[in-house]
């Protein structure tokens, strides 16, 4: 597709994510549908209920300091009938398809980045508005694309946690890497350093990027009767309200039981650092997050 094509797709993409989350909020009863959310600690009251999904559901914003990485969590769990999980599954679908596109634009044109993240949001006043009266400068662009998490089966009950010890983890070869350094002033001291040092590695030496991956909430779902595929369990990463088929009792719709955790996660790593890590601690390329993989362990 051309520039201008693919413009057209996002806005429209885009255009369909907001208006898909919106008619899902309208279809949301909170006196039919129970929701519990982490902030409360507990059932959220009705009052307050759609409100809440709907500040959860259109926060598609970054915030002063912000680090990109990381999005704004709303762990959270409603019960809905097949209406309710329709519209949150079609709501995906337009998630999915924004995302798509954005990829295109990021490959293809990148230099646009900036001006869509300033500009789609005038296309919706109502976000507009959000927007300006917050202070708010941007879109943030994960939070816009990231799914709502949807049960394909009823659950009986649901096990949350923090996860914070997540990484990525790149393979780069000593020409990759070198390329990269590449793009950094070659007059500072410490990027001539590093790139003798890089200098110095054989050049079919695998070398591994690392990234630290902000904390996240898993949830672990257990369901009622097992799936097709016979699991009768499934873990998922959630950092919207958690969607599962509703369950009838005589006191109408319940929701599964669930734990407590913590609003927030431990500061600091408890888990012990495994022994058999393939892994050096100590980056060789301080700039690039750049490791060594242990002599040991290399093929």
Known sequence: MSEYQLLAAMEHAFDHVVEASLALVDAYDPSHFPLWTLDDQGMIDPAQAKAWLMQALTDYWYQNGQDGRATRPYIGLVAGDETLMAHAREVNQH?????NVITQIREQHPSRMSEIKATLPFRHPLLHDHMMGAGLARLHLKQCWRHIPIAPAPVDRVRFAWYTSGRSIKKLSVADVDAMLSTFDADASHIRIQRQTLASLPADEPLAQIQAQAPLMRANLFYTDPLEDGRTRQAMNVSLPLFVPARHSSKGIVLPQCNLPPTAPKPKRTRAQRSD?????DPI????????YRRSTEN
């Open 95 to 99: 998630k999915k398809a924004l995302s």
């Open 277 to 281: 890590a393939q892994i050096e601690d």
């Open 285 to 292: 390329i301080p700039s690039l997050r750049i490791h060594r």
